[in-house]
Structure formats: C-alpha cells, structure tokens
C-alpha cells in the first residue's frame, strides 16, 4: 500500500478510517441472508487495511451478533443508507440524469456494482490518498466499472467545482449528486457553499441527497450506545470528528432556490424496508435525515 493510500490522507485515521467502518458495515449487510444492499468489495477495504485488524465482515464474526450496538444496529443503519440511496441514484438516472457525483466519495463502489445505463459517467470527488488506498484494492480484484469512472481527487475544502469541470462534468447537462456521511464532518461555512455550488452546477432535471443531523446539541447523546460503542470497539471518537458547531438549514436553502426537497427520518425507510434501526432512548441517530431534492426544469 502506498504511504499517501494509508497516510493521513487516507484511511488510516480520522474521518477517512469512518470511510472503513462504513465498508465494514457494508460487508456485514452483504452476508446478511436478508440483506437490503450488496457490495462484494467491502469486506475488501477492510481486510486491505491495517487500521483495521480484527475488524468483522460478518454478524456470524461478532459475539454477541445484532444486539452489539456497533457492528449491529449501527451497522444496520448503514446498509439501510446504502439501499436507500441506491435507489435514489438508479431512479434518477433512469428518468433525467447522466451524470453522478459522489462528493466525498471515500470507499464507495457503487460505480462498480450498481446497473448503470451505458451513458452514464460517475465522477468520484474525494482526497487523492483515500482514492488511492479504493484504486489498490479494486485493481488488486480486477474489478470493472460498470460505467464511465472518473476519479476527482481533490480535498472538497478546495476548488473542487473546478477540478470537477476540468474532469469533464457538464454543468449543461442533467446530473445527479451524493453527499452520503459527509456534510456533519464539514464546518456549516464549508457545507453552505458546497450547496450553493451544487446548486450552481445543477441544470433543470438534476437531483440531488444528502444527509444531515439536526440535533440541537450533539452532545445531548454522547453516552448514547452508538457513539461509546464505537469509541471503545474501534477507537472512533464520532463526537470528536463531527462538526459541532451550528447546522445551516440546506433543505431550506435548496427550497427557497426552486428545489423540490424532502426531509425523511431512517426510520421511515426501515419500517418501509422491514428491516433496520427504530428509534430507541438516547438515541444517537433521533437527529439524523436523509434530505432528497430535484431541480426542475424551466
């Protein structure tokens, strides 16, 4: 592995070792016999990576299974976003878009294991060395994407826009955007002006999800079982790494720009899934939502 794949800007710490934990997560859904989304490269990343030895790929590898609040309910939770945002992407490129963005890519593999239409082109935006660590593993796999693949590899606290446009994304044309896990970790400076720049860069028929928190005050739930869980299972203090300063309303904003925006809570596609995380107490995940919005056309 190359030192910038595993350096510190990669995956070995920080908000890019949440990129494995969610590739874990993806790995134990896989295996699950009732499993809501599959990705056979998950379990790839982290067993490629030394940060995270020892880490399960399946329940079956956890004693004490889904009732691990960690590596069970959480790690539910995350194949339940996963399953819940592929479908988002495939409806929106079977009706306008083209093009798919994935800003803060990290280790998704949705160009590789996703139907895309034969014209589509996803662009991946994210740091070089966190593409670097996903190119050696999926090389090591002769993996093939199942579309057009451009890498954008770029911190998204730089100009981004342009290094997305140099890379050959059509403002022009209808496109569909993914800010999966990402905006909590920005300051609500840096995540008003991705959606604005998104917004700039968004013909009439284009879509876009994300997902936020809205809770007041992060730390209303800092003993909640998710968050010491993690820290005591993993070593990842979510609290530490999250923004905690006050949230910009981004649904709001796409609104007043013309968007058409939805605001879901998880639990909505759980019980719609039959399968997933329910609210409980002291719960970690009461203020997340998964926001939906699709610019119209003139």
Not at 18 to 26: D, E, F, G, I
Not at 75 to 94: I, K, P
Not at 124 to 145: I, T
Not at 205 to 220: H, Q, W
Request: glycine share 10%; charged share 25%; net charge negative.
């Amino acid at each position: 592995m190359s030192e910038g794949a595993g350096g510190a800007d990669g995956v070995a710490g920080g908000v890019g070792l949440t990129a494995l934990l969610v590739a874990a997560a993806r790995a134990i859904e896989t295996h699950r016999h009732d499993s809501l989304a599959r990705d056979v490269f998950a379990e790839h990343f982290v067993l490629a990576a030394p940060a995270c030895a020892g880490w399960p790929v399946r329940i079956q590898q956890v004693p004490d299974g889904d009732a691990n609040p960690l590596w069970g309910r959480f790690a539910r939770y995350f194949g339940l976003r996963t399953r819940v945002l592929d479908d988002f992407l495939l409806r929106s490129v079977h009706a306008d878009a083209r093009q798919v963005v994935l800003l803060g890519a990290g280790l998704d593999s949705r160009a590789f294991r996703l139907d895309w239409p034969a014209d589509c082109v996803i662009f991946e935006v994210d740091r070089a060395g966190v593409l670097a660590f996903k190119h050696e593993v999926l090389d090591g796999l002769s993996a093939a994407p199942k579309a057009a693949r451009v890498p954008v590899p770029i911190d998204l606290r730089a100009d981004w826009a342009e290094a997305l446009t140099i890379a050959g994304f059509d403002p022009a044309a209808p496109s569909v955007w993914l800010a999966e896990g990402l905006l909590f970790y920005l300051p609500g400076t840096t995540e008003t002006h991705l959606i604005d720049t998104v917004d700039r860069l968004s013909t009439g028929g284009s879509a876009l999800a994300f997902e936020v928190k809205l809770d007041k005050d992060l730390l209303e739930y800092r003993d909640s079982p998710l968050y010491t869980s993690t820290t005591q299972q993993i070593g990842i203090d979510l609290l530490d790494l999250f923004n905690r300063e006050s949230r910009p309303d981004s649904a709001g904003n796409l609104t007043g720009r013309g968007w058409s925006t939805s605001v879901r809570t998880p639990f909505e596609f759980t019980r719609h899934h039959g399968r997933g995380p329910l609210p409980e107490e002291n719960d970690a995940l009461a203020g997340n939502r998964w926001v939906f919005a699709n610019k119209p056309r003139p």
